[in-house]
C-alpha cells in the first residue's frame, strides 16, 4: 500500500556531498521504521542506515559512520539520506526502505521499496 519514490542521485566527484529524498506515499510513514539500502553493480543490496518511526534511533552501517546522515520530516512523509564525503566506492542504487519486521541489516526484512535512485562517484 505504501509507494516509495527516490530522488536526488547524481554524478560527483570524491570528496563532494549528495541529499537523497524518498518521498512516501498511501500511507503516513510516522507508523514505520525507515532506511536505506545500496547495491552496487554485480554486488549484493547492502545496509546503508535505519531510522526509527520518530528519530529517536538511528543505525548506520560501518562503512559510513561519520559520513552519512539518515533523517525523517513524518509531517511531509520524506526520508533524507544526506551523503558526504563521498568515495568511489559508494557508487552504487540506492533505495529507500520502509517497514521492518526484523533486523534492519537484512534487506529481506523490509516491505517497502523505491525504484532506486544512481549515485556514481569518481575519483
Known amino acids: 500500500q505504501v509507494q516509495l519514490v527516490e530522488s536526488g542521485g547524481g554524478s560527483v566527484h570524491a570528496g563532494d556531498s549528495l541529499r537523497l529524498s524518498c518521498v512516501a506515499s498511501?500511507?503516513?510513514?510516522?507508523?514505520?521504521?525507515m532506511g536505506w539500502f545500496r547495491q552496487a553493480p554485480g554486488k549484493e543490496r547492502e545496509f546503508v542506515a535505519a531510522?526509527?518511526?520518530?528519530?529517536?534511533?538511528?543505525f548506520y552501517a560501518e562503512f559510513v559512520k561519520g559520513r552519512f546522515t539518515i533523517s525523517r520530516d513524518n509531517t511531509k512523509n520524506t526520508v533524507t539520506l544526506q551523503m558526504s564525503s563521498l568515495k568511489p566506492e559508494d557508487t552504487a542504487d540506492y533505495y529507500c526502505?520502509?517497514?521492518?519486521?526484523?533486523?534492519?541489516?537484512?534487506?529481506?526484512?523490509?516491505?517497502?521499496w523505491g525504484q532506486g535512485t544512481q549515485v556514481a562517484v569518481s575519483s
Open positions: 526502505v520502509g517497514n521492518a519486521n526484523d533486523y534492519y541489516g537484512n534487506a529481506n526484512s523490509w516491505n517497502y
Open positions: 531510522i526509527t518511526e520518530t528519530a529517536e534511533h538511528t
Open positions: 498511501g500511507r503516513t510513514i510516522d507508523y514505520y521504521v
